[in-house]
């Protein structure tokens, strides 16, 4: 009967385990100081060797040799024990086997002494999906056990374990096995096996894994019975149903040209062959990140998943993009990826993914944006809106101030006079310095529209003021519309409610003082500083 490689191949010694050195001479040590605990979690993703280890100290504990870190392998205890039958190595599934009567008989057993072995070994699978209750009746048992007893517990997710029986049991976390390891020991196994694999076909397997051996080998041996003793990369990739290096190009060539109709091409094709579109978006995200990865290590390295020839390829595409691109591009395809599942039309929605990854290439950095603003490119003041009661025709400013026309019959009141008659009424109300000194500096002239201050940039805030109103209103008769003018670079200020002050009026002079404000307001004229608050109050 044939026997599939991921049994065929199955580590019988420590030796012969890749990856999780952690465990091995954490384990080795243990049984050559003869400190062999009652307990043991090993917790980790499938595939990774958790049953396997179980097995292997069982053997080590048991062989006619031990306790020994290097069993025999030819005693019947080291054979029963690797073809599952050994009286004294009790495997129990935990998924089928997890009520309160299940853990009360192996308590019972656990009781009895070993048939024939020194140890009486208990390897307990999924152990996260027994009920608390059967924990419950197994947790004094766990705690005082007999001299005999050895209990390992197997599980996925170490989470569900409650802490009073992990408290009781050494825990041990497998890690996923890394890539190169997995290459390298798939390599050798179609050595064995008489397969010739080349790089590209072994580097996919390998990715199918993601980390988990059992998955890889079972890849390989779905591999072997499709394509027989020759595996090639494009023919694994197409029996797996991943995609090809050759169409996540086209995307980045789609992306580097900003062509949309390539992008809309890519999903036909993809639509016309019959492909998972939610899986493409899936191989697409890993693409760009490591592409990603590429952009930012020089050379070879052991964060891409992937053959060297295949890191090159990456590396000459990743070069011609910006890692805020890639960056970008990367969290778009993720967000892409989730919408896809909720989704009654998936091509539309990938169409219009591949597009937005395309705009999204377009974009500058605000940087550059702000860099385009600055004195080089010196922006023109806005021009104000006209109001309904001004004239259509452009009314000329000169830079001198000058005495406009009021729509009454009387006259205008100078502008010495306006400012003068202005300066004793707010002296009058109270002003502070800082409001006296910015219409000192200033100029002001009443218009049809109200009164107009120009005045240095710095003094603009200032003039926005309660008192300015309560002044004006004083000395016109009325509440006049105020409207502010920079003397340097003339943006036009108007709102026809002022501005809240500042409290702070010396805090207000220092921020409108920092060079950081200053440039600002030179790059965007029409900014407003509307107040200052201290951030440590």
Known sequence: MYQVIARKYRPQTFGELIGQEHV?????????????????????????????IARILARCLNCVDGPTSAPCGQCSSCLEIAQGNAPDVIEIDAASNRGINEMRELRE??????????????????????????????????????????????????????????????????????????????????????????????????????????????????????CGTSLSGPAVRDLLGLYSLESLATVTRALDKSDAAAMLEVVAEIEANGKNLQHFTRELARWFRNLLVARLTPGETRLIAASAREQERMREAAARFSEDDLTRWLQLTLDLYGQLQYSLQPRFHLELGLLRLVHAGRLKPVEEALKELGPAAPVPPPRPAPRPFESSQPVSRPSAPLVAAAPAAAPPSPAGDLKSRLRTTLEELGASAFTLDAVEHASVQQTPAGIEFTAPRNHLLALRNKHIEEALAKVLGRAPRIQLTASASGPVLESATPATPPNDEEALRRALDHPIVRRFQEVFPGARVMGVRNLKE
Request: charge should be negative; aromatic fraction near 8%.
């Open 109 to 226: 057993n656990v009781r009895y002494r070993p048939a024939r072995d020194r140890y009486k070994i208990f390897i307990i699978d999924e152990a996260h999906q027994i009920t608390n209750e059967a924990f419950n009746a197994l947790l004094k048992t766990l705690e005082e056990p007999p001299e005999w007893a050895v209990f390992v517990l197997c599980t996925t997710e170490s989470h569900k374990i409650p802490t009073t029986i992990a408290s009781r049991c050494q825990q041990f976390s497998f890690r996923s096995v890394d890539f190169a390891q997995l290459v390298e020991r798939m390599q050798w196994i179609c050595g064995q096996e008489g397969i010739a694999a080349d790089e590209e076909a072994l580097a996919v397997l390998a990715q199918a894994g993601e980390g988990s051996v059992r998955d890889s080998l079972s890849a390989l041996d779905q591999a072997i019975a499709c």
């Open 24 to 52: 091995r001479s954490t384990l080795e040590n243990a049984i050559a100081q003869r400190r062999i605990a009652h307990g043991y979690i090993f917790s980790g993703q499938r595939g990774t060797g958790k049953t396997t």
